[in-house]
């Protein structure tokens, strides 16, 4: 109830290892990219194309897979979910009649590495792949296009608290903290822009 603002996180676990979307959604989607005219890879090959990982052991997603397309295939089929559910999500928003006054933020926690740095299907590391997440933020009335400058996730609580507007959530430093990137997005922020990083550990820090 009410008339103010609402704010709504939606946490979705795909992709993540293990990379097993539901059966019946696989069993489409393999279907789909048949009928696109792709060749699904085979899990396993001659000579092997990755290397044994924790996940290759027995009673584990990647058991006894050697072919590296075939883990990356079944990655892009949890990316793939994850579209689905995310155009569920918007199809409600739009039954609801909330879809075209909708702040609406799209990332992700962490990166994978498909075996790059030799970091196989883990986010191990202060590697690009696990640095690099999609960030999408569709804002009615904000600017349009692709911004090429580095941001942080961090950034986005003070964006969101912006955007709600004044009086809202502003007991704590939340909203201090790094740029409102509704406004980098207006000033076209320059391409090196410094943002700080840590690793899940909390063992390494770096600054790049």
């Known amino acids: 109830g009410g008339s103010g603002p609402v704010f709504l996180w939606v946490h979705l676990f795909d992709p993540h290892t293990p990379y097993v979307p539901p059966a019946a959604f696989m069993d489409e989607y393999r279907h789909a990219c048949l009928d696109a005219g792709q060749v699904l890879p085979e899990p396993l090959i001659e000579p092997a194309s990755m290397q044994a990982n924790r996940w290759s052991?027995?009673?584990e997603f990647l058991a006894p897979v050697n072919n590296r397309a075939y883990a990356d295939f079944l990655y892009d089929a949890g990316v793939a979910y994850t579209d689905r559910l995310v155009g569920r999500l918007m199809s409600g928003l739009e039954r609801c009649g909330l879809a075209d006054q909708a702040a609406i933020a799209l990332t992700a926690d962490h990166g994978e590495s498909l075996g790059e740095n030799g970091v196989w299907y883990d986010h191990e590391g202060l590697f690009p792949p696990v640095l690099r997440v999609p960030l999408l933020l569709r804002v009615p009335g904000g600017p349009t296009g692709r911004i090429d400058a580095r941001v942080g996730n961090f950034e986005l609580a003070r964006t969101l608290l912006e955007l709600a507007g004044p009086g809202v959530g502003r007991?704590?430093?939340?909203?201090?903290?790094?740029d409102d990137l509704m406004q980098l997005a207006r000033a076209g922020a320059a391409v090196d822009r410094p943002v700080f990083f840590a690793g899940a550990s909390l063992l390494e820090l770096g600054l790049n």
């Open 171 to 178: 007991g704590g430093q939340l909203n201090t903290v790094g």
């Open 57 to 59: 052991k027995p009673g």
